[in-house]
């Protein structure tokens, strides 16, 4: 299994060599939808030709990356296509060890069900295979180094790969059962960006899992374990954030960073919902809508949490999909890391219900974001709606597309306990509907 | 009238009396206090009562000056002007506590055009920055500025007015550089506590008095420039924390500007050389600009006691073709559309320069009339000759009462003058995404290398990104000395950077800088967000080699003994060029759907809500179909009749 993955590996490598020459990667590091302000690598270099002035990076608003990333750089900044490529190959060889690891346990668990006759005697066909499922962690692989979306975000050297790997790693620690490291890597992807405070939750529900600790307020044991986890979270974010304050030696980097992600003061034009909105929104309101929005990106956590209690994996992959398509500075590397879990759930296929639409929507969208940001910004024969149009769609068609996943699996849990063929009380076939 | 002249006449009496009565000085001067006390309590009685609204005071002020004026007008001159001399020495002992003084160059320009430039100078020798000694009582100095003098704990101010760009290839140097639009630069007190509070309130107040919109100037715009601009007054302050500049290169310069500007004036616009200021003919020129500086001097030479210096620049350039319609021949009145007649009363010395350097031997133009005033000095490193106009002597006006200098071109000039630092800056690249902003500063000395400090304010929506900041010359790279850089905050502060670069001889250095166009919010756009937004000239300051010292073989003018080392005040002058300011556009949103956005966008978040919400919340279940209404009615009526249901 392992010449695949490494042969996937060469082949990624030399694709981004070959771009990171030509000059192709300039035009790419240019791009809103691959850049934002927040990971774009021209504001890292700026942030280190501050530094070298002796001026404090943060003192500005151009650079919004961490304390850590910068020393990173200030160290690696001449080799960072190497680093980049790196990177991505650490993503993703965890995601692929980390679904070689949960396929194993999914088999293992349908085995036991099995044995124990849980399944009704129709579901035989939503029965997954070994065959089936061998070559699903080296799908995961190529979806995350050959996705264009990827490569394109690895070219222009944004700093959204390094989250990517952090939150990568952290699934992979969880998956394999260790608390501490998976607190660690929580808390550094939080530091990195907030956004994946909400991945506690589905981190929590797989180690309580694991444990055999049932998810259950009133045992003690859940709530030991719960705050124990939490204790190593906070701790290790305290210990990152303090490191980074003895590094820089200031608390500059705080409005400069999470402010930055959190009041979206930058407007310029990204595939996300924010910018437009908050560029045409009535000054009074702001805040407002602010906090609505931000909200919105937090909101999903607890109710998902509830609903997918027996499957964190499942629900990692959700509150990842959230985070890229609600977070305030998203680009299109956030959707390559969740576009990597498809293959991971292949059997859902059959209930997907409208996955044609929505590729058709993603794909026409990716090709209309560069002639349309043409139109307006270079030719002026456009204007800003024609943009701002194709990010909602874009955003509906990400929705859509999440959510039909959701559809798919509850569904399939539905007809793991129900039966695979349903009848009415007359004896009728019966149609599933949500009520 | 009759009666004011006698109180005049009475007045000019006791002085004398009391000159001839006392010997010791100390008395002499109590006199001559109260003398200027009682005509200053007779300005300003009428006026004393009103409330302390500023503009208010000062138009009265001005309008008290101006009879007091006219009466003294009406006092025969001779016992002002003639009788001077005589007592020069015993009048000059005990020096009265302010003096004006008025001034004009008339340069005809290499392109054929004139430039006119006014310096009126009021100087005050009073201190109201120490402790406490708050001055109450003006004569010549405008209240109006004496008071935000006090108030804000102003040390130094500069503020111009400028329309047009002052063409440097073309028209050489100006005698007081300033940039298109308005400009505003103070150093405050040192002892001053919150400097961006008074320098808040203080361009408000300015904003009022010179009816110009100086209170767009916020924390946005305002910089504090750490080397480009030191103080030109007393006091050698490097803190520049207590300096702040700002301008505003969009300011429209117009009547409503001159008005209050004049009213500044002893003589207002009534007599002196400020009778030729008439906006219809000032606003008709290629180049107009107008200029306050306030500073404190040395009152005397020792430098014992400080004085306060006002002076209100005024620079005009009148276009050859316009306002001379292509005729070379240049007069008073075909600039100004007026002629002198009088010198202000209140001006210790009052005097029209015209530039005759290039006219040696009277080949290229006739000067007529012809002064016999000659006077020599080296300005901007270049020794000038210039014929003088003395307007306090009755003979200037000749016949006619009234002077006239008329410049009539013989031939064309041939040569071209080029000055030795100039710059010109534009923006490059295409798009509304990214651009650069190129700086070419030519230094074009034959052999000597000069540093020059180059500022940039440029605007937080044109994110600059400093490592793209590259200084070449002669197509090498010519590392910065010194850098300093402050990066913009969004909304809240500008980008500034201030570089010392070191000018090759006869070289073009050009200094570039890559920036992004940030969207803005829709309310922060102007109401012509398609027009551009301005970026303020780039600030070049140098000490240029000046021209006299160039010339090493000038053995003829000068004793041998001392012409070997360039002498220090010759050798380099200080040099200030504006480069053009910049229009740059920015991507703009849609500005007629603000509802249409909110609506979309939350509509696809609902979208995004609503679909979770539904699988969340609900579960699947067996479509059962339901009854039809028909029958869940017979099945109602049938309860009722207690008859079994269908």
């Given at each position: 299994m392992a010449a695949p993955l490494t042969l996937v590996l060469i082949l990624a490598v030399t694709i981004r060599a070959v771009l990171f020459r030509s000059s192709l990667a300039e035009l790419i590091s240019e791009r809103v939808e691959v850049v934002s302000p927040l990971n774009a690598w021209k504001r890292v270099v700026e942030g280190l030709?501050?530094?070298?002035?002796?001026?404090?990076?943060?003192?500005?608003?151009?650079?919004?990356?961490?304390?850590?990333?910068?020393?990173?750089?200030?160290?690696?900044?001449?080799?960072?296509?190497?680093?980049?490529?790196?990177?991505?190959?650490?993503?993703?060889?965890?995601?692929?060890?980390?679904?070689?690891?949960?396929?194993?346990?999914?088999?293992?668990?349908?085995?036991?069900?099995?044995?124990?006759?849980?399944?009704?005697?129709?579901?035989?066909?939503?029965?997954?295979?070994?065959?089936?499922?061998?070559?699903?962690?080296?799908?995961?692989?190529?979806?995350?180094?050959?996705?264009?979306?990827?490569?394109?975000?690895?070219?222009?050297?944004?700093?959204?790969?390094?989250?990517?790997?952090?939150?990568?790693?952290?699934?992979?620690?969880?998956?394999?059962?260790?608390?501490?490291?998976?607190?660690?890597?929580?808390?550094?992807?939080?530091?990195?960006?907030?956004?994946?405070?909400?991945?506690?939750?589905?981190?929590?529900?797989?180690?309580?899992?694991?444990?055999?600790?049932?998810?259950?307020?009133?045992?003690?044991?859940?709530?030991l374990f719960t705050v124990q986890y939490a204790v190593m979270f906070v701790g290790s974010l305290l210990v990152i954030v303090c490191l980074s304050f003895f590094l820089l030696g200031s608390w500059d980097f705080i409005p400069s960073v999470y402010?930055?992600?959190?009041?979206?003061?930058?407007?310029?034009?990204?595939?996300?919902?924010?910018?437009?909105?908050?560029?045409?929104?009535?000054?009074?309101?702001?805040?407002?809508?602010?906090?609505?929005?931000?909200?919105?990106?937090?909101?999903?956590?607890?109710?998902?949490?509830?609903?997918?209690?027996?499957?964190?994996?499942?629900?990692?992959?959700?509150?990842?999909?959230?985070?890229s398509i609600f977070k305030s500075y998203p680009t299109v590397g956030d959707m390559a890391l969740y576009m990597a879990f498809l293959p991971v759930w292949n059997h859902l296929y059959r209930f997907l219900r409208n996955i044609f639409l929505v590729s058709c929507v993603l794909l026409a969208c990716t090709a209309l974001f560069p002639v349309l940001w043409h139109l307006w910004i270079y030719a002026g024969s456009a204007n800003s709606n024609f943009y701002y149009a194709i990010t909602l769609l874009f955003n509906v068609g990400q929705i859509l597309l999440v959510s039909d996943y959701f559809y798919a699996y509850l569904r399939r849990e539905h007809h793991l306990s129900q039966g695979l063929y349903l009848r009415r009380k007359d004896g009728s076939e019966a149609t599933l509907v949500l009520k | 009238m009759a009666a004011l002249g006698c109180k005049w006449d009475a007045l000019f009496v006791l002085a004398l009396a009391s000159l001839m009565l006392s010997c010791k000085g100390d008395d002499l001067k109590k006199s001559n206090d109260y003398t200027e006390s009682v005509s200053g309590g007779e300005q300003s009685n009428p006026h004393a009562v009103k409330a302390d609204d500023l503009q208010q005071n000062e138009a009265d002020g001005h309008e008290g000056e101006e009879r007091d004026g006219g009466g003294r007008q009406w006092q025969p001159t001779g016992v002002w002007m003639?009788?001077?001399?005589?007592?020069?020495?015993?009048?000059?002992?005990?020096?009265?506590?302010?003096?004006?003084?008025?001034?004009?160059?008339?340069?005809?320009?290499?392109?054929?055009?004139?430039?006119?430039?006014?310096?009126?100078?009021?100087?005050?020798?009073?201190?109201?920055?120490?402790?406490?000694?708050?001055?109450?009582?003006?004569?010549?100095?405008?209240?109006?500025?004496?008071?935000?003098?006090?108030?804000?704990?102003?040390?130094?101010?500069?503020?111009?007015?400028?329309?047009?760009?002052?063409?440097?290839?073309?028209?050489?140097?100006?005698?007081?550089?300033?940039?298109?639009?308005?400009?505003?630069?103070?150093?405050?007190?040192?002892?001053?506590?919150?400097?961006?509070?008074?320098?808040?309130?203080?361009?408000?107040?300015?904003?009022?008095?010179?009816?110009?919109?100086?209170?767009?100037i916020d924390s946005t715009n305002t910089v504090e420039p750490s080397a480009s601009f030191k103080p030109l007054g007393l006091g050698n302050a490097t803190d520049h924390r207590f300096l702040r500049y700002a301008t505003l290169p969009r300011e429209i310069v117009c009547t409503e500007n001159l008005t209050p500007w004049k009213k500044l004036l002893p003589?207002?616009?009534?007599?002196?050389?400020?009778?030729?200021?008439?906006?219809?003919?000032?606003?008709?020129?290629?180049?107009?600009?107008?200029?306050?500086?306030?500073?404190?001097?040395?009152?005397?030479?020792?430098?014992?006691?400080?004085?306060?210096?006002?002076?209100?620049?005024?620079?005009?350039?009148?276009?050859?073709?316009?306002?001379?319609?292509?005729?070379?021949?240049?007069?008073?009145?075909?600039?100004?559309?007026?002629?002198?007649?009088?010198?202000?009363?209140?001006?210790?010395?009052?005097?029209v320069y015209v530039d005759v350097t290039d006219n040696k031997g009277g080949e290229l133009f006739d000067l007529t009339p012809a002064s016999p005033l000659v006077s020599t000095a080296v300005v901007l490193g270049d020794r000038r000759t210039y014929s003088v106009y003395d307007l306090t002597k009755k003979e200037t006006f000749g016949q006619l009462r009234s002077l006239n200098p008329l410049l009539r071109w013989k031939r064309e000039s041939d040569e071209m003058l080029r000055p030795l630092l100039h710059a010109e800056r534009y923006v490059s690249g295409f798009g509304l995404q990214t651009g650069e902003i190129h700086t070419c500063i030519y230094n074009n000395h034959p052999y000597r290398a000069y540093p020059v400090l180059l500022l940039d304010t440029v605007p937080w929506y044109l994110r600059l990104y400093v490592h793209t900041l590259t200084v070449t010359s002669k197509m090498h790279e010519n590392k910065p000395s010194y850098i300093h850089y402050q990066p913009s905050k969004d909304r809240v502060r500008p980008h500034l950077l201030e570089m010392l670069v070191q000018l090759p001889p006869h070289s073009v250095t050009e200094v570039t800088v890559q920036f992004e166009r940030a969207l803005l919010k829709w309310t922060e756009y102007t109401p012509d967000p398609n027009h551009g937004f301005?970026?303020?000239?780039?600030?070049?300051?140098?000490?240029?080699?000046?021209?006299?010292?160039?010339?090493?073989?000038?053995?003829?003018?000068?004793?041998?003994?001392?012409?070997?080392?360039?002498?220090?005040?010759?050798?380099?002058?200080?040099?200030?060029?504006?480069?053009?300011?910049?229009?740059?556009?920015?991507?703009?949103?849609?500005?007629?759907?603000?509802?249409?956005?909110?609506?979309?966008?939350?509509?696809?978040?609902?979208?995004?809500?609503?679909?979770?919400?539904?699988?969340?919340?609900?579960?699947?279940?067996?479509?059962?179909?339901?009854?039809?209404?028909?029958?869940?009615?017979a099945n109602v009526i049938r309860r009722l009749r207690g008859v079994p249901l269908l």
């Open positions: 030709a501050l530094l070298d002035l002796g001026v404090s990076p943060y003192s500005g608003d151009v650079f919004h990356e961490t304390p850590l990333v910068i020393y990173l750089f200030h160290f690696v900044v001449d080799y960072a296509d190497i680093v980049f490529m790196i990177v991505d190959g650490i993503t993703a060889v965890a995601l692929y060890l980390a679904v070689q690891d949960y396929n194993k346990n999914v088999f293992r668990k349908q085995k036991f069900a099995l044995e124990a006759e849980r399944y009704p005697h129709d579901c035989l066909e939503l029965m997954r295979s070994p065959k089936e499922m061998h070559y699903i962690p080296l799908k995961v692989a190529m979806f995350y180094l050959l996705n264009p979306f990827t490569i394109l975000s690895c070219v222009a050297k944004s700093t959204c790969g390094l989250n990517n790997a952090v939150v990568a790693i952290f699934i992979l620690s969880t998956l394999k059962g260790s608390a501490l490291l998976s607190a660690i890597f929580l808390a550094l992807a939080t530091y990195q960006s907030i956004y994946p405070l909400t991945l506690f939750a589905p981190g929590l529900l797989f180690l309580l899992q694991r444990l055999y600790i049932p998810v259950n307020p009133c045992r003690s044991s859940f709530w402010g930055f992600i959190l009041s979206v003061p930058d407007l310029t034009p990204n595939i996300g919902l924010f910018w437009y909105f908050f560029a045409e929104m009535f000054e009074h309101f702001r805040f407002f809508f602010i906090c609505v929005f931000q909200i919105n990106v937090f909101f999903y956590t607890i109710p998902l949490s509830v609903k997918l209690k027996e499957h964190p994996v499942f629900l990692i992959f959700m509150q990842i999909a959230i985070i | 003639g009788e001077g001399p005589e007592h020069g020495e015993t009048f000059t002992a005990p020096p009265s506590k302010d003096q004006f003084q008025e001034e004009m160059v008339l340069r005809p320009l290499h392109s054929g055009d004139i430039y006119a430039s006014f310096q009126f100078r009021t100087q005050w020798d009073t201190d109201f920055l120490h402790d406490g000694n708050k001055a109450s009582h003006y004569r010549l100095f405008p209240k109006s500025l004496g008071q935000v003098l006090s108030k804000f704990s102003v040390r130094e101010l500069h503020i111009s007015f400028t329309q047009g760009y002052w063409r440097t290839m073309q028209w050489g140097q100006p005698f007081i550089p300033s940039p298109p639009g308005a400009e505003l630069w103070v150093w405050f007190h040192h002892t001053v506590m919150d400097v961006d509070e008074n320098w808040k309130e203080l361009t408000n107040v300015l904003s009022g008095i010179f009816c110009a919109s100086l209170n767009f003589c207002g616009s009534k007599a002196g050389l400020a009778v030729l200021m008439k906006s219809e003919k000032l606003f008709h020129s290629s180049f107009h600009s107008q200029a306050v500086h306030i500073r404190p001097i040395c009152k005397d030479w020792q430098c014992t006691s400080t004085s306060w210096e006002l002076r209100q620049t005024l620079n005009v350039v009148f276009d050859l073709y316009t306002s001379g319609q292509g005729k070379k021949e240049w007069s008073l009145f075909k600039m100004f559309s007026r002629t002198l007649t009088e010198a202000c009363p209140l001006a210790s010395s009052s005097k301005y970026v303020g000239s780039s600030v070049i300051s140098a000490l240029v080699p000046s021209i006299v010292a160039m010339d090493t073989n000038s053995t003829h003018e000068r004793p041998l003994f001392s012409s070997f080392f360039p002498t220090k005040e010759e050798s380099s002058y200080f040099m200030r060029v504006y480069t053009e300011p910049l229009l740059v556009n920015l991507p703009t949103p849609d500005f007629s759907m603000p509802y249409n956005v909110i609506c979309l966008t939350c509509t696809v978040v609902a979208v995004g809500y609503g679909s979770f919400y539904n699988l969340l919340t609900r579960t699947f279940q067996v479509d059962e179909p339901s009854t039809p209404l028909a029958k869940r009615l």
